[in-house]
């Protein structure tokens, strides 16, 4: 059909420059200020059976709400919102406050993720769609679109599950809601935590982007949110006594057993029916109606903090007076600018909200009462992590049982056999050596950072090197490395190409140059093993592991498991009974036994540590803090790692034990003979008519059985180690 171009329409075509000078005037022109609570005053409607009070959304109902939402706005400059709260205080409203606001508003691409599937796709389909039901503008703009992925003019919004590493991929938003950051997975796919797998995802934003992160706590030093809360600047909720009007934060040591709090300040007796007075928020500003956010600037000379308000519409206030009702205050100075973190205890819940003064009393008798109820009451109620019962060492009180007198590198006197234990880092392998002697006593014989890049082939060479090289006695006899474990960690599939290229599998040995002779060396591929499945420090690869017709690499070599929490135990036992034994010789003014001590170390000359002028005998402060970094959380039977810290000296020395309880060496089940052979060879008497010849010797080269197959000489008259078998 074609188109008559003579004839005359009925309908004039639009002005081409007035509409294209029209649409460059509304993407130009920016989105008028509307604060979170603002909006969601004016649009929010909570559905029947999605709240405790179904209907139009009031701020002014939780005050306490109204400043964490504004920092979300998209307007203002903060980046990182963090919210430490007790259980069903509404931050998941707050998240479905912030996430209809910028889907609505069309600002750009949003994330919003759970800790699992299920948790992701019942949020979309029980809390954030009924929202959306009764929200007409923003109804219009998503539509009927699957649960999971809903485009709008301005971006998608993505909800997503944290304990799948394919699901923080490929994906780049502006803006991001985790929740229950808790129980995100601390290790994803071998690539470090979800939490910060989902941080990567608003990198290219820069400080545009936006996240609103909470989550009610859980294990001290564990928990995710601890961590995030105390990176922030740190805010609590400031409220005024009703008698004498002095601000402060309520906190469970002044509420009382009748339900009733006393005033920090001044001991007065605040009643619960003050509540909803001492919870009102402060003014706004009189000009633009909006409450602005107190600010830390840093403290001055003369010690004070300086503060201003700023973020509303009229600007900033430097130092501004106590505000005239409840307000956030920011006690982190340090905290970067654009990072706000909030904590909350149900002792700030509104009435009819939440419960009493009176049944919080109640619940902290109950958990006063029965200790299995602690960790219910400091999570739940309190919105605090809780640190239990637990078994830890003081890093001051293990470095003072170092022994002056003896130097790392040297084998100290009892020590017979040495073991290593390696740690694979991104830059550099960590490596510990343990001598053992009789009744698996050990001693730090040395610790060493070799360079090298685990996630190439070619990476290994130093660390090979080091692993080959000899450790001395005072009387001049060597020693090598009997028995080796290394964690593959995040490189296991490469670690276990260097173990194949050396071994043909995982527990076997190889033979290396000890001066003019050849010894065994055994090295192991291992990982440890889960706490509530470690029953025994060793495990043999699981038969259908050793196949050679796996994918994998490691799989065919063999990964030996480590009973880490066994060891671990172990370990801090040893040390807790060295530490009373010094304690006890002390408290009597005598002489501790030394010999007793099942774990020693090295204290060099036996002076303080000097980091700019280190005495090479002695092992670093950084090692015993390293060691001691750790502890055992009885009530979630697990150790805990505190976020960021160095745990390396302590791992690595696992690994050692374990090697010396593998199979090549079975510390634990050598016999008087083989002991009494290895002395003769390495630790002879002074004698200037018998000196035995130098020779070193390992287990590999001791028999199980105190026989010699050439000359069926007894135990003490070996000299020669290569002509011992190693029985069975």
């Known amino acids: 059909m074609s188109l008559d171009i003579t004839t005359a329409y009925d309908f004039d075509l639009a002005d081409a420059v007035t509409s294209i000078c029209d649409a460059w005037a509304e993407g130009a022109t920016p989105l008028p200020r509307l604060t979170l609570s603002q909006y969601a005053d004016t649009h929010r409607e909570i559905a029947q059976g999605s709240g405790a009070e179904p209907g139009k959304w009031k701020t002014s109902r939780h005050p306490m709400q109204r400043e964490i939402m504004d920092a979300l706005s998209d307007h203002s400059p903060v980046a990182l919102v963090d919210l430490m709260k007790p259980v069903q205080w509404g931050a998941t409203e707050i998240g479905i406050n912030f996430t209809a606001y910028v889907v609505d508003r069309g600002i750009d691409s949003m994330l919003v993720a759970q800790p699992v599937k299920d948790l992701a796709r019942s949020w979309s389909a029980s809390k954030f769609e009924p929202a959306v039901d009764l929200m007409p503008s923003l109804a219009a703009k998503i539509g009927n679109q699957p649960t999971l992925e809903k485009h709008f003019p301005g971006g998608t919004l993505w909800t997503i599950w944290a304990n799948s590493s394919n699901q923080l991929r490929q994906r780049t938003a502006r803006f991001g809601f985790a929740d229950e950051i808790d129980e995100w997975p601390r290790d994803l796919s071998d690539q470090g935590s979800a939490l910060a797998q989902f941080d990567g995802r608003f990198q290219s934003y820069g400080d545009r982007s936006k996240q609103y992160r909470t989550c009610t706590p859980t294990i001290a030093r564990h928990s995710a949110i601890e961590t995030c809360f105390l990176e922030g600047d740190q805010r609590y909720y400031r409220v005024p006594c009703p008698e004498c009007g002095a601000h402060q934060v309520l906190d469970i040591d002044h509420l009382l057993p009748n339900g009733t709090f006393a005033c920090a300040v001044n001991g007065c007796v605040i009643l619960p029916h003050h509540k909803t007075d001492m919870l009102r928020e402060r003014s706004s500003c009189d000009v633009c109606n909006e409450v602005p956010l107190r600010i830390i600037t840093g403290t001055l000379a003369d010690g004070k903090t300086q503060s201003y308000a700023d973020d509303c519409a009229c600007g900033r206030i430097d130092n501004p007076p106590d505000p005239d009702g409840a307000y956030w205050c920011p006690t982190n100075p340090h905290a970067d600018r654009l990072h706000r973190s909030y904590h909350a205890w149900t002792a700030y819940t509104p009435d009819g909200l939440g419960i009493s003064w009176q049944e919080i009393a109640n619940k902290k008798a109950a958990a006063d009462a029965d200790p299995t109820k602690q960790a219910a009451f400091w999570n739940l109620q309190l919105g605090l992590p809780y640190a239990g019962e637990r078994t830890e060492q003081n890093a001051d009180e293990v470095e003072a049982l170092a022994e002056t007198g003896v130097t790392l590198g040297t084998v100290p006197r009892g020590a017979l056999i040495l073991t290593a234990g390696i740690d694979c880092q991104h830059d550099r392998f960590e490596v510990q050596i343990v001598g053992h002697g009789r009744g698996q006593r050990a001693w730090v014989v040395d610790y060493a950072v070799i360079d090298g890049d685990p996630s190439r082939p070619d990476g290994y060479a130093d660390l090979d090197a080091y692993l080959q090289r000899t450790w001395a006695k005072e009387n001049g006899k060597q020693l090598h490395i009997t028995d080796l474990a290394i964690d593959g960690g995040n490189w296991t599939e490469i670690v276990a190409q260097y173990v194949q290229s050396k071994v043909s599998q995982s527990g076997k040995s190889r033979m290396i140059k000890v001066g003019n002779d050849y010894r065994r060396q055994t090295l192991y591929l291992i990982?440890?093993?889960?706490?509530?499945?470690?029953?025994?420090?060793?495990?043999?690869?699981?038969?259908?592991?050793?196949?050679?017709?796996?994918?994998?690499?490691?799989?065919?070599?063999?990964?030996?498991?480590?009973?880490?929490?066994?060891?671990?135990?172990?370990?801090?036992?040893?040390?807790?009974?060295?530490?009373?034994?010094?304690?006890?010789?002390?408290?009597?003014?005598?002489?501790?036994?030394?010999?007793?001590?099942?774990?020693?170390?090295?204290?060099?000359?036996?002076?303080?540590?000097?980091?700019?002028?280190?005495?090479?005998?002695?092992?670093?402060?950084?090692?015993?803090?390293?060691?001691?970094?750790?502890?055992?959380?009885?009530?979630?039977?697990?150790?805990?790692?505190?976020?960021?810290?160095?745990?390396?000296?302590?791992?690595?020395?696992?690994?050692?034990?374990?090697?010396?309880?593998?199979?090549?060496?079975?510390?634990?089940?050598?016999?008087?003979?083989?002991?009494?052979?290895?002395?003769?060879?390495?630790?002879?008497?002074?004698?200037?008519?018998?000196?035995?010849?130098?020779?070193?010797?390992?287990?590999?080269?001791?028999?199980?059985?105190?026989?010699?197959?050439?000359?069926?000489?007894?135990?003490?008259?070996?000299?020669?180690?290569?002509?011992?078998?190693?029985?069975?």
Request: aromatic share 8%.
């Open 527 to 728: 990982r440890g093993r889960s706490e509530l499945k470690s029953e025994r420090a060793v495990y043999r690869p699981a038969k259908t592991e050793v196949n050679n017709r796996e994918k994998t690499i490691a799989r065919s070599v063999g990964i030996w498991g480590v009973g880490t929490s066994v060891l671990k135990h172990i370990i801090f036992g040893w040390i807790t009974s060295a530490i009373g034994a010094q304690a006890e010789a002390d408290r009597a003014g005598g002489a501790e036994d030394i010999e007793a001590r099942m774990l020693r170390f090295p204290a060099g000359r036996g002076e303080a540590f000097d980091p700019i002028k280190p005495d090479p005998g002695m092992l670093p402060t950084s090692y015993y803090k390293g060691l001691t970094v750790e502890y055992f959380d009885a009530e979630a039977k697990k150790w805990i790692t505190p976020k960021g810290a160095r745990n390396e000296p302590l791992d690595t020395l696992v690994y050692a034990i374990w090697a010396s309880l593998a199979p090549a060496v079975k510390i634990d089940t050598m016999r008087e003979p083989q002991w009494i052979a290895l002395e003769a060879a390495l630790e002879p008497p002074a004698d200037l008519f018998n000196t035995p010849q130098s020779v070193a010797t390992a287990p590999g080269d001791v028999p199980r059985e105190a026989t010699n197959r050439k000359t069926n000489k007894p135990a003490s008259d070996i000299v020669d180690a290569d002509s011992w078998e190693f029985g069975r």
